[in-house]
């Protein structure tokens, strides 16, 4: 049994099976016969293919829009992204089976492919009222972030309030949503970088001699690359960040998608898997 063979050879008056030496007449068909045989023969030949595919040929794909945000996401010069959120991300998908693809773009242009469904998600967003339009945020965050006003160490410079800063120029990224009153104030005069790291050059060169940071723990990290000594002389807010759904790309099922990367993050912290990998960051 295990030596036989099979082998579908077609005539003009039909369809014959070999089995080993053995001719097997199947019918007569005749040509919608045949077409209707051949359909039929291909679609079992597809659903064999797909069985004998790995699991992650069959898993959901999913992109994720995000901005260089070093140490949560960096690129190497051969373009490997890599960094805290990145690896937060990618074990929540292995956990949920989804192929995760990542898109690093300058950060208003992330939010833009959000918005538009170029992107199926981003990270690390913090919610508003604008952006709730277009995202499905999840329950749980993927980190807390703490916006602060750096000025080099021993600069002298002290602010205690927001008006503080009216007159003075600050190192900003474009797009980034900072605090309503720092975001709103009309007085502070805002030089606008493409990145954190931009910010960071620039003020290590003494171009300005403030810079706010979305995240205190990344600019200081920044901050630290570049051999510049800075401290914080405000903060602007705590609030969290978090891996929104697009809701163009994903319709309603975007919705259930954010409720998953909740359960999923919640658990991870449970665990401790995002302490210990914050771990190899800080």
Known sequence: MDNDFYLLLRSDRGIIMAKGCEYIFLSFFNQQGRIHFMKRLLVILIVAVLFSLPATALAEKVVFGTAKWPPYVMVSEKGQISGLDVEIVQEMCKRLKIEAKFWVLPWKRAVKYTEKGKVDAIFAMRHNEERAKFAFYPSEPILMERTVILARKGSGIKITKVDDLND??????????????????????????????????MFGKKRILLAAGIDEGSMKYLCKKNGVEA???????????????????????????ADKFAETLRQMKKEGVIEKIKSKYF
């Open 231 to 257: 401290e914080a002389v405000y903060v602007l807010n705590e609030v969290p960040g978090y891996i929104a759904v697009s809701k163009k790309a994903m319709g309603e099922k975007g919705k259930a998608l």
């Open 168 to 201: 003075k120029i600050v190192g900003v990224v474009r797009g980034y949503a900072y605090s309503p009153e720092f975001d709103k104030h009309q007085g502070i005069k805002k030089s606008v970088c493409d990145d954190d790291e931009q910010v960071v050059k």
